[in-house]
């Protein structure tokens, strides 16, 4: 029995996995219906693991499920949008200020593969890559829950930052702005890495807000 549970658990995690994958990668894009049948048909599951996968992305915010509708990927408004990056400028410079005393050169040269890494990278692998950098980058400074909380952040945002990055030079700029602030880091200049920073989180934020 223990085994079959295990099983059944296993897949509700796989389901929940792909899942996000699609909500955060914007092939699901906000305010659309998710089809229990539809979806365990795809994923060649029965309709159990997809109502407890459902039920996860529920808690973390990604989906909506409202009795006798079904579910559907949570909207979210300019305005909320607009509330976490406000969260970010609170928390990220301060973060990364604590940080950089602390790096070692593996964590320098970790992100220094990242930011290569997201020179090819696919559109879709991109908001992934971007919050593994920044993890990287804050990781040192011994807040694991703040960076709980930022990750949330990050993932929710992530939905949004297809928008920039699909920009002309979005994407160009982020990776530029990237390189500088790991640069700051790598000499030690909290300052110049802080103001950075910011400025790379608000020319972020100032372009979602002008897509959205």
């Not at 790096?103 to 696919?122: P, Q, R, V, Y």
């Not at 160009?172 to 910011?198: F, P, Q, S, T, W």
Request: aromatic share 2%.
């Amino acid at each position: 029995m223990a085994t079959g549970l295990l099983d059944k658990t296993t897949i509700s995690i796989q389901v929940a996995q792909e899942l996000r994958r699609r909500i955060l990668g914007g092939h699901y894009p906000q305010g659309v219906k998710l089809q229990q049948e539809q979806i365990a048909a795809e994923l060649g599951v029965s309709r159990s693991p997809v109502r407890e996968a459902l039920g996860q992305l529920e808690a973390e915010g990604l989906v909506v499920l409202t009795p006798q509708k079904g579910a559907q990927v949570s909207p979210i408004s300019r305005a909320e949008i607009a509330e976490l990056f406000e969260l970010r400028l609170l928390v990220e410079p301060h973060l990364i200020a604590l940080a950089i005393p602390e790096m070692t050169e593996a964590d320098l040269n970790k992100a220094t593969s990242i930011i290569s890494e997201m020179a090819d990278i696919s559109l879709d692998g991109w908001g992934d890559a971007n919050w593994r950098l920044h993890e990287v980058l804050y990781a040192p400074a011994g807040r694991p829950g703040m960076l709980k909380l930022l990750r949330r952040t990050h993932e929710t945002i992530g939905r949004y930052i297809r928008m920039q990055v699909m920009a002309t030079n979005g994407r160009a700029d982020a990776h530029r702005e990237h390189k500088l602030i790991l640069d700051a880091c790598r000499k030690r200049d909290v300052a110049k890495a802080v103001g950075l920073l910011r400025k790379h989180i608000e020319d972020a934020g100032r372009m979602l807000h002008a897509e959205g």
